[in-house]
């Protein structure tokens, strides 16, 4: 039924994979380490230790059957094709079908196109890499799997229709942190500490990266000598192995959730000026003297006073929001303190699109207040399940005024790397489709999920995919016992509520609960 997975040998030094042409070398090719654990005193060249355990492995789940059983469900087959059938078309962007990107690829690859159920995949690489720069030799296998997705296809039921096809699959986007986004796409550091007095240059094409990268030689492995490279690339992507990658506009998008977390901790952490947080401290005056401004360290007009301390974190406190909206604000202000602690990024979510502007009023100066308020109203535009095209470029000239605005009244070191990638924000939008299905925030979730599925820490990524595939074999099975009542598993708190309603307060409670879900 396919509920396997590959367990592929590895280079202790990441260099290669035991596949393909290398799957019976008993040795790396590049740092010649030995494929096998060895003892003390053995040699790799011993029988015994070539019938040891390997000295590395991998474990990857084959995506192809997958699809297969995706199809398999007669309800996810039909969600499968949604975008065509269903979804609503009023000029709006409400779905990634919207965008441009989408849009192009109908347009460069039109048998691909045509038929609705061929897969749009995105792809995040969270949550552990003890890989790092090397682990573009680790994506290989999925990315072989890409490419059969792609040329060749592979034969599928759908339940829905009942008829027999041929799916093709590509992958969109991937959608990551700004770590792995340098990781994955291959740039590297580059600013040199200088003052810019350039103009802002245009986003390069797909095209163009695919060309920038052509003479850069990939060398892996921890004991590699790598070629020095003078440009902003430090290895060529593996995804340019695609055929299809250089033409897409947005390859890596970057994630909404942590920009919007950095930039929420950055603001609040510079008005209550807490302790190892705030962005104004005695080197960011040193700083303004550098620049030719005054080095003393007075309170700046932005920062809060105790009284005003005080009053912005007893408004916090005694915030109540709906069951499921957001953690207990309560719990996450300290009022002996002054500080908040324990920020998740969906409260910093909640706090710079709802709460912080409110918890403002009448505590700042009116300039720094309305420049802050402006700054969540645009996370709040960004964010919307439905965005007019025709108000992006306003959101792109308001990022742009809204971030010199700040500069006004915040010192240099407020204005990260994550203050940046704001101004970036827009562009996505319009070639990706909506944020929020593409944010990191189900992926976050999902991921903690799968790290505890680790029973055995000696071997985390063993006993993550050894449960995965018992809950996958689960959840298919269970398909063909849809009218057994589930033993083990207790129901929601919401059935048979509706027989619960009655009258006109019926209708009342029936409005409140639509609302939430």
């Avoid at 799957?23 to 010649?32: D, Q």
């Avoid at 590699?224 to 290895?235: A, D, E, G, S, Y």
């Avoid at 985390?460 to 074999?473: L, N, T």
């Avoid at 129901?491 to 409005?511: A, C, E, P, V």
């Amino acid at each position: 039924m396919g509920f396997e997975y590959e367990k592929i040998h590895a280079c202790p030094n990441d260099c290669i994979l035991y596949r393909k042409e290398y799957v019976n070398y008993n040795h790396c090719h590049k740092c010649n380490a030995s494929r096998y654990k060895q003892r003390h005193g053995e040699s790799s060249d011993d029988e015994e230790v070539k019938k040891g355990p390997p000295a590395k492995v991998v474990w990857y789940l084959p995506i192809i059957s997958r699809f297969k059983r995706l199809f398999a469900n007669a309800d996810d087959a039909k969600n499968l094709r949604w975008h065509v059938e269903e979804r609503k078309c009023d000029g709006q962007i409400r779905h990634v079908a919207s965008s441009l990107q989408w849009k192009k690829i109908d347009s460069l690859f039109p048998n691909f196109g045509k038929e609705s159920r061929n897969l749009r995949l995105g792809l995040s690489t969270d949550g552990m890499n003890p890989f790092g720069n090397d682990i573009d030799v680790y994506l290989s296998p999925l990315i072989d799997d890409l490419k059969v997705l792609w040329e060749e296809g592979m034969d599928v039921f759908d339940a829905h229709s009942g008829e027999q096809f041929n799916m093709r699959a590509m992958l969109f986007c991937t959608i990551n942190d700004f770590l792995a986004y340098g990781n994955l796409s291959g740039l590297r550091k580059a600013f040199n500490g200088e003052r810019e007095y350039g103009v802002a240059p245009k986003p390069l094409t797909g095209e163009e990266v695919y060309q920038r990268q052509q003479g850069i030689t990939a060398v892996f492995g921890k004991y590699q000598n790598r070629p020095i490279v003078k440009n902003i690339w430090k290895k060529r992507s593996v995804f340019f192995d695609l055929p299809y990658w250089s033409s897409l506009e947005a390859r890596q998008c970057i994630d909404v959730m942590h920009v919007e977390k950095n930039v929420c901790d950055s603001v609040i952490g510079i008005l209550i000026n807490i302790q190892g947080k705030t962005k104004d401290g005695i080197n960011a005056r040193l700083d303004l003297g550098v620049m030719g401004n005054k080095t003393y360290l007075p309170p700046a007009f932005y920062t809060l006073s105790k009284k005003e301390k005080t009053s912005f974190c007893e408004c916090l406190e005694s915030i109540k929001v709906s069951h499921g909206y957001s953690s207990n604000v309560k719990r996450l202000v300290s009022v002996k303190h002054l500080k908040l602690v324990g920020l998740k990024s969906h409260d910093c979510h909640v706090l710079m699109q709802q709460i912080l502007p409110v918890a403002i009023r009448g505590i700042l100066p009116n300039n720094v207040r309305k420049t802050i308020t402006r700054f969540c109203l645009f996370f709040n535009a960004i964010c919307c399940k439905s965005i007019d095209p025709l108000k992006l470029e306003d959101l792109e000239n308001e990022v742009v005024v809204m971030l010199c605005q700040l500069e006004m009244f915040f010192p240099p070191s407020f204005f990260d790397i994550m203050v940046h990638l704001i101004v970036h924000l827009v562009r996505e939008i319009r070639l990706c489709g909506p944020i929020f299905l593409w944010w990191m925030y189900p992926i976050e979730r999902y991921m903690k999920i799968l790290k505890g599925y680790t029973k055995n820490p000696h071997h985390p990524e063993a006993s993550i995919i050894e449960r995965y595939i018992a809950e996958e074999a689960i959840e298919f099975c269970s398909n063909y016992f849809s009218e057994v009542n589930v033993v083990g598993v207790p129901k929601s708190r919401h059935d048979g509520i509706w027989k619960m309603l009655r009258g006109t307060l019926q209708k009342k409670q029936l409005s409140f609960v639509l609302t939430i879900y």
